[in-house]
T-cell receptor, first 111, second 113 residues
């Protein structure tokens, strides 16, 4: 299976600190995407990084991709209480378009 | 900003009944998807749809499931005879192109009694 697996499963930090979440996957991919989900709500797309890219930024988010290690990381800088959510990575394999999600990292940012 | 919409937000049904979940993808998108998330579990891919036919489906998407694009805007998921284990959040998504960002709707919570 090419699905991503996030690490850690849960992360608790203080407001203002940085949060780093990791994702590993098993097969070759086209893209890796990070999503956020607030409890019981829909998935909000954060960043898409393509297999030929190594790093992308969007505001306080920084995503890296290491295809040799089949891993990605999501860094949220200067975290806020509103960043509290579950964060998922999703990968699509080279030969198809269905995305496989990991179990997610539950991030709690304490005010 | 364009968004994917889904109706209803919550559907309660009796086991064995048919349900239809509706989605309106982003208007200029060509690829459509359904995913589900059982409470506390991973988001799971069900099916992708392009050019009026299924392009990929998972092992979850068995004969009880079907998808349709009945007109130019709606994309539906039908479950013919619901089971208790079909209780989940069902998400619709769409993308402009095959390997592009998938934008998700807010989901329909299906409860099978």
């Amino acid at each position: 299976s090419q699905q991503g697996e996030e690490d850690p499963q849960a992360l608790s930090i203080q407001e203002g600190e940085n949060a780093t979440m990791n994702c590993s996957y098993k097969t070759s991919i086209n893209n890796l995407q990070w999503y956020r989900q607030n409890s019981g709500r829909g998935l909000v797309h954060l960043i898409l990084i393509r297999s030929n890219e190594r790093e992308k930024h969007s505001g306080r988010l920084r995503v890296t991709l290491d295809t040799s290690k089949k891993s990605s990381s999501l860094l949220i800088t200067a975290s806020r209480a509103a960043d509290t959510a579950s964060y998922f990575c999703a990968t699509d394999a080279s030969n198809n378009n269905d995305m496989r999600f990991g179990a997610g990292t539950r991030l709690t940012v304490k005010p | 900003e364009p968004e994917v919409t889904q109706t209803p937000s919550h559907q309660v049904t009796q086991m064995g009944q048919e349900v239809i979940l509706r989605c309106v993808p982003i208007s200029n998108h060509l690829y459509f998807y359904w995913y589900r998330q059982i409470l506390g579990q991973k988001v799971e891919f069900l099916v992708s749809f392009y050019n009026n036919e299924i392009s990929e489906k998972s092992e979850i998407f068995d004969d009880q499931f079907s998808v349709e694009r009945p007109d130019g805007s709606n994309f539906t998921l039908k479950i013919r005879s619901t089971k208790l284990e079909d209780s989940a959040m069902y998400f619709c998504a769409s993308s402009a192109w095959r390997l592009d960002t998938q934008y998700f709707g807010p989901g329909t919570r299906l409860t099978v009694l």
